[in-house]
Structures are given as C-alpha cells and as structure tokens.
C-alpha cells in the first residue's frame, strides 16, 4: 500500500517493455513443432529427410476428363514446369513431365511423356498412352486408374523453414488458373497444416476482440459499474499485453495448443479482480476510506488469491509433463500468466480503485448470494443423499468414458464441406491416399540395395503392405528396375521382373540417371545405393486403424531386419502416432500429478486428511462428467481435449479454497447453518460471478474454425458450470458433518451452560 503508485507504473512500464513482442508473434501447425528436437522418432524423421527429402506433398487433381489429347497435356506440361520453378518447389511431376522409359531394339530412352507423344514417328503413341496408365510407377500417383483423372505431385525443398509451402500453395492456385485450369483439387498434410495455421490465425483476431466484448457485457450486468468493469478489463488488457509480447520475445509459436490461451488468461485475469473487488466494495460500504478500505482488502485476499493463482498455475504446470512441445510450452506459459495476472492485479488494481470516484464505488447489496446454497441444502443434510447420489452420478459417467477413443490426424477435424476435406475426399476416391509411410532399408556395404537379395526382400516387403487395410500403393526403386528391364526387352510384359544379378541393376540405376540431375529414381536411392525408400501411400486413417497399419510394419520389418540390412519406419504419420501416444500419456500423468498437487493444497488449508479427500473427490466430478460425455457422444481425447482435465483442477479447485480459508475465521460458536450462509455471502458474488465469466470466456471458444478450440472451450464452459453446482453442495455438506468433529472438542460448563 505504501509504494502503491509506484507499483503499478512499474508494472505497466515492464509491460509495455515487453508488448512490441507482440509483433513478432508466428503460427505453426506443423505435426513436427510437437515433438522436441531430441526424440528419437523426430532424429530419424530428420534422418530421412536429409537423405531422401520432405515426405510429404502437395497433390493437384484435375477434374475426371479425357486426360490424353494435346490440349490438356500441353496445359499439363506448362502448369508442371512453371510450378517446378518456384524457389521452394524441389520437383513438380505430371503425366506430362514425368520421364518414362521407352525400349525398342535392345536399347531405351528416358525422356518426358508429354516430348515423346509429340513425335509419333519415333515413338509409338498408343503404347506410351496404354504405359502410362497401366504403369504401377505412374498409377494412382499421377493418373486413375481409369485414366479420367490426372494429378500433379508438388515436392518441397528440405532445408527451408516451415513456411515453405505456405509460400508454395497460393501460388500453385495461381499457375494453375494461369495454364487454363479453372477448376481443381489440392491437397495433402501440408494443405491440411496451411488451413488449421488459417483458422488459427483467424481465431486469434476473433478470439481477443470478442472475449473483450463479452467480458464487458457480462461485468457491467453483473457489477452494474461502468467503473469497476474499467478497472479489471484495464488488468485484463494488461496481462494479455504481457502473455502475447512474451511469446512473441521468447518465439513462442501459436498452434492449434496455444491459440485460444489469451482468451483463457482473460478470463483467469478477472477472478482476482472479482474478489479484490467484492472485498472493496464491502469495505466501502461500512464507512471506511478508500486507503482504508484498499488495505484491507490486500490483508483479506492476498492469501486466498495466492492460493487459487498458485493452485491454477499448477494446474497448468502439470501439462509441461507432456512431451508433446506445443502442450508443455502452453502449460509453462500459462502457469507463469496466472502467476503473472496474479501480481499485475495487486500492484496495479489498487492504484486504479483509487482513482475512481468514490461515488462510482457501488455499496454492497443486500446479501442474497448465500439463498441459492439455501435451496440446495436437501442435497447436503442428510449425511448418506449427498454420497449416494455423487456414487450413481460417477457410475453414470463412467460406464461412457469407455467409449472414448483417441484422434489426432488434423484432416479428422475439419468440416466434412471445407474445400481441402472435399478435395481430400476426391483424390482419395480417384487416385489414392495423400498420407504416406516410409520404410528405408540400409545395407551393410555400398551398392548393397541393388544385390539380388536386397532388391526380392524390398518386393517381398511391397507385396505385404498391399494386403494392409487402407493402403492404396507402395513404390520403391524395384518398381524402376523391372519397368527398365521390361523395357530392355522390348517391352515384353514376360521380362517385367527384377533382373538376375548385381550387374544389371547397376546398369539400369545408371542408364536412367542420364535422364538430368533430378530424376525421379534419385528420390529412392542415396549415392552410394547404399540405402533406399519404400513410399507407401495410404488413406487418411482413424488413429487406432493407423496405428495398425504402422504396428503390422513395424512387425514385419523387425521379423526381416539382418546383419544384411535393417528397416527402419518413419514418415510424417508415424510423427502423428507418436505425438498421440505421448499426448495420452502426458495426460495421464497430468490427472494423477494435479491430484496430488489438489490434495496437498485442501490438507494445508484445513488441516484434515477426510476433508480434503472429500474435497478432492467434489473437484473431480466435473472431470468425470466431462469425459462421461465425451464418451457418450462418441468424441475423442485429441489435442484440444487432452488438455482439459489439467485445466479444469487448476480452475474449479479456486472456489473450495476461497470458502475453506473463509471458514477457519469464524468463531467456534458460530452454527454450522450461520458459517455456511456467511461463507457464502462473503464470496457468493464473487464466486458466482467468476464462474460466469469463466464460462462465457470459454464459450467464446465455440465461435472458433478449429475445431480443437470449439471442442475444448465448450467442455470447460461445461465443467465450470458443473464445479459451481458441485462446490455449492459439498462444501455445506463438509461444513455440517465433518468441520465440527475435526476441532478439538471442549466440554461444556454444567453450571452456566457453557
């Protein structure tokens, strides 16, 4: 109080120190920004991709038409070429680019479909036309297999940063329109990146501006103070100015995890302030002075306000357990901004309050708070209801939470009508997945991929992921060496088999690299031969049928794997299967960590093991609740979801705190009846009141494109409705059959009756 004025400009000016960070704020969607840089699944991702390139790419469908005629493979050649120009684009290939090997009289050439179909004299039409879409290298990648759809696969650049096709994919659009295609279809992982990154980014405008609003509205219906909503939407502009600068400083990205995080601080901002202010008005209003009434509400609430922060931040802190890098970067950020609201709120809001006029000040009401309590207390006299109802309550809830499974493929949570879900839908149907696992083999000695063996052991593995659910293709460097030796025999279908030995293989591998530097074959062999790929492309799967597909390989490469050469299974999918994994896990150990963290805050409070236990369980029933839900409606843990639980225990627990440390200040002649109304009516309003304001702010979630925001903001709104109905029982139950029994007794005067 004594250096208050210059409390609060210190905190404004450190504030404002850090907002211009603000400026600085990126977005990422990317599945890799989720794991960190030193696990093993993410090194081998980057393994691969130094050797063999970025897996994943951009497919451009055309509409089903008659693909073979001149005009549409002229328009082909120029859209394939032009998009293969971009500084970002390592390879653009189309039916009418792409090199295919043509044998005649003991010797081939290798040059692009689209040149030999214009010599007709020196290259027979027909059979490149029947090669090309009969061909497993060019089927269901570049043309259907009724040849009415044609497809351009647009490969990025390695070494960029992860914009890259950000930049590649409006300008795709563009060369497409410029060759004369007015209608097509684009997509792939990083089409499905490029529209969450949108609607992210979308949020985040809309999010900020429209919690503002709402807060707004709601604190001046319930405050019924132009003057008190000034002061804490003041704090809670400050906070979010010190949340944002500080990602943007510490280059914090925002993903589909932290995009909806400055919504949630605002609303964590107000509670603070709704008890602060609900003390001041009390005092105001029994004649005391602004600086008096100022002091004690410091003296009041700077406990129980460091304790609700302090519990919240653990809350959030629980999710840094999680070794998925977005999710412990939001619960670190987070915990530091409940921290962080709960210091700008004390040195600042006085300061604020005593510039306000005292005529602004509002008296406090007539207590009615404590009367909807009063109605429920049929639920928390009878000492067996209460228990029995909460035992049915949880078994309700439990027996759906089985149906409850796990997702993360962000293609399964876009509208089935957005643009990149229907496109997705049609290259699926027409052509083949856009997902993609990759098998790379390695030998023990250079130039071991094109022995015999090592060549019938990556067929052998081609033949048994075609049996796989799901899986569309495989395509590896066997696929090149029979089509050349078929080829080498002119073109009889009988030589479509690997060749007999190391010799010829090399031969091929060597003809078809004078094909120009970037040919279609380096993309499957190292320089030395002396590891290889096995692209497979497969549908966008459910996690669970996904994780089937990756087990079954998985299974057959470590059955395979010698001294010879070993298999190894990476791929921008498995990257997805791994960040789900420790998603769940995280979670798991974020529940049992906020627990503990729950039990050990009530027992320092009341000092009682049965109370706290109880209190723990009252706090948990809106996880419960919340999940049972989820199951019931057939939903899913994701990466919204997964944070839930850690949030709401940070979040519902601020109430029990508030009205147990109330309840250690009255005196023990106090009834049980007069503790419960007064507990009630000294943070009644306050309570209600940050329950509403936390439930509209998580609403305001609902309105967001991603479907990972609506989902989480929704079921938070839900459990803070749930804890306020929950803590209005329990806490009166606790209060009249355990309070009593756990203070020390002391016998009464049989002569005065005391």
């Keep these: 109080m004594k250096w208050r004025k210059a409390n609060a400009l210190v905190a404004i000016l450190a504030i404002f120190a850090i907002s211009p960070g603000v400026l600085q704020t990126r977005f990422d969607a990317s599945v890799e920004s989720f794991l960190p840089q030193g696990d093993v699944e993410r090194q081998r991702y980057d393994s691969f991709k130094e050797v063999f390139g970025d897996d994943r790419m951009v497919v451009v469908a055309l509409p089903p ?55 007709p004299a020196l290259y027979d039409p027909q059979r490149i036309i029947d090669k090309l879409r009969n061909n497993s290298l060019y089927q269901r990648d570049l043309i259907s297999l009724d040849g009415q759809v044609a497809a351009i696969l647009v490969e990025a650049r390695t070494g960029g940063d992860n914009a890259r096709f950000e930049r590649i994919l409006p300008v795709i659009r563009e060369q ?25 980014w979308s949020d985040l405008k809309t999010f900020i501006p429209l919690t503002s609003l709402v807060l707004f509205v709601l604190l001046l219906v319930l405050l019924r103070n132009l003057g008190d909503v000034f002061v804490v939407l003041a704090i809670v502009t400050l906070c979010t100015l010190l949340l944002l600068g500080a990602m943007g400083t510490l280059s914090i990205a925002v993903n589909a995890v932290t995009v909806g995080l400055p919504s949630v601080l605002m609303c964590i901002a107000v509670l603070d302030c709704l008890h602060i202010l609900d003390t001041y008005r009390q005092s105001l209003s029994s004649a005391m002075t602004k600086v008096e009434a100022l002091q004690r509400t410091l003296t009041v609430n700077l406990i129980p306000c460091f304790l609700t922060s302090f519990t919240t931040a653990i809350g959030f802190l629980t999710l840094a357990i999680s070794e998925v890098a977005p999710i412990r970067e939001f619960g670190v950020i987070a915990s530091l901004a409940a921290i962080g609201a709960y210091v700008i709120s004390l040195m600042v809001m006085p300061s604020l309050l005593e510039c306000m006029p005292v005529r602004r000040a509002r008296k406090a009401p007539t207590y009615h708070y404590a009367n909807w309590v009063k109605r429920l207390e049929p639920f928390y006299r009878s000492r067996r209801l209460l228990p029995v109802l909460t035992a049915l309550a949880v078994l309700a809830a439990v027996i759906p939470i089985g149906r409850l499974h796990v997702e993360a493929s962000f293609l399964n949570f876009i509208d089935k009508l957005a643009p990149v879900r229907v496109s997705t839908d049609f290259i699926e149907q027409q052509l083949g997945g856009v997902a993609s696992l990759e098998v790379s083999l390695r030998t023990a000695q250079k130039g071991g991929v094109l022995e015999p063996a090592a060549l019938e052991e990556i067929a052998a593995l081609q033949a048994f992921v075609a049996k796989l659910n799901g899986v569309d293709k495989s395509l590896s460097v066997v696929d090149f060496i029979k089509d050349i030796h078929r080829e080498m025999n002119g073109g009889d279908a009988r030589y479509y088999r690997l060749p007999g030995n190391r010799e010829a293989a090399e031969q091929y591998v060597f003809t078809y690299s004078l094909a120009g530097p970037d040919h ?20 966008q799967l459910p996690y669970a049928e996904m994780q ?5 390989v998985k299974g057959y490469a470590a059955a395979r794997s010698s001294s010879a050469f070993t298999f190894s299974l990476t791929s921008y999918s498995v990257i997805q299967a791994v960040m789900v994994q420790k998603l769940l896990e995280g979670m798991l150990w974020g529940i049992g960590f906020a627990v ?42 994701n990466i919204g979801t997964s944070m839930i639980a850690c949030i709401i225990f940070g979040l519902v627990v601020d109430a029990s705190l508030h009205c147990f440390y109330h309840a250690k200040h009255f005196a ?11 507990i009630f009516e000294d943070t009644g309003e306050a309570l209600l009141t940050g329950g509403l304001v936390l439930c509209a702010g998580f609403l305001v979630l609902v309105l967001g494109e991603s479907y990972f925001t609506r989902l989480f903001g929704a079921f938070c709104a839900l459990a803070i409705l749930i804890s306020v109905f929950c803590n209005a029982v329990a806490i009166p139950y606790l209060i009249y059959h355990f309070t009593d029994s756990e203070r020390p007794s002391t016998e009464a005067n049989p002569v005065l009756g005391t």
């Design 65 to 119: 038409q008659t693909v073979f005629n001149a005009q549409v493979l002229a328009q082909l050649k120029a859209a394939s070429e032009n998009i293969e120009r971009l500084p970002d684009v390592a390879r653009a290939t189309s039916i009418a680019t792409v090199n295919i090997i043509y044998g005649q009289d003991q010797s081939i050439d290798i040059l692009p479909a689209a040149d030999a179909l214009e010599q």
């Design 176 to 200: 497409m329109h410029a060759a004369g295609f007015s209608r097509f279809y684009v997509a792939g992982e990083p089409v499905v990146e490029h529209q969450v990154t949108s609607d992210m």
């Design 520 to 539: 279609e074959l380096k993309s499957f062999l190292d320089y030395d031969n002396q590891t290889t790929r096995v692209r497979i492309r497969l549908q």
């Design 548 to 552: 089937q597909v990756i087990e079954a």
């Design 596 to 637: 503990v963290s729950m039990f050990v805050a009530f027992v320092m409070l009341t000092r009682s093991w049965r109370i706290s236990a109880i209190a723990v369980v009252a706090n948990t029933l809106p996880l419960v609740a919340v999940f049972g839900l989820m199951g019931a409606l057939g939903l899913s843990i």
């Design 668 to 678: 023990d002649g106090a009834s049980t009846a007069q503790r419960v109304k007064a």
